[in-house]
């Protein structure tokens, strides 16, 4: 089994940064991919990145110019640059976690999911 918890959300202006991080614990494996996902109220959740097991990643159209995901395998955890945060940024994210190597972003294939931080962005 393997647990989820994320950290880093906050409230910030339209241009700001935010980092948001992923610590995994459990029966944890470097071949994990991590994927980043939002939730904005009364829209669908879309995967928002996702980093493979060789620190490769795959980006939503949306933000690939925006945001960042990285990882550190010595701490178990995974990281979300978001940088010129925009208002329809706004949303609850939250982490999730597959036994495979490549990153994903159906979260169909999704196994392990945390509970998500809110990113609250105003203008």
């Known amino acids: 089994q393997v647990q989820l918890a994320e950290s880093g959300g906050d409230s910030v202006q339209t241009g700001g940064s935010l980092r948001l991080s992923c610590l995994a614990t459990g029966s944890v494996a470097s071949g994990y991919s991590v994927a980043w996902f939002r939730q904005a109220p009364g829209k669908e959740r879309e995967g928002v990145a996702s980093?493979?097991?060789?620190?490769?990643?795959k980006y939503a159209n949306s933000v690939k110019v925006q945001f960042t995901i990285s990882r550190d395998h010595a701490k178990n955890s995974v990281f979300l640059q978001m940088n010129s945060i925009e208002v329809d940024d706004t949303a609850m994210y939250c982490c999730?976690?597959?036994?495979?190597?490549?990153?994903?972003?159906?979260?169909?294939?999704?196994?392990?999911w945390g509970q998500g931080p809110q990113v609250t962005v105003s203008s």
């Open positions: 999730a976690a597959e036994p495979y190597g490549k990153p994903d972003l159906d979260e169909r294939d999704l196994l392990y």
């Open positions: 980093i493979g097991s060789e620190r490769n990643s």
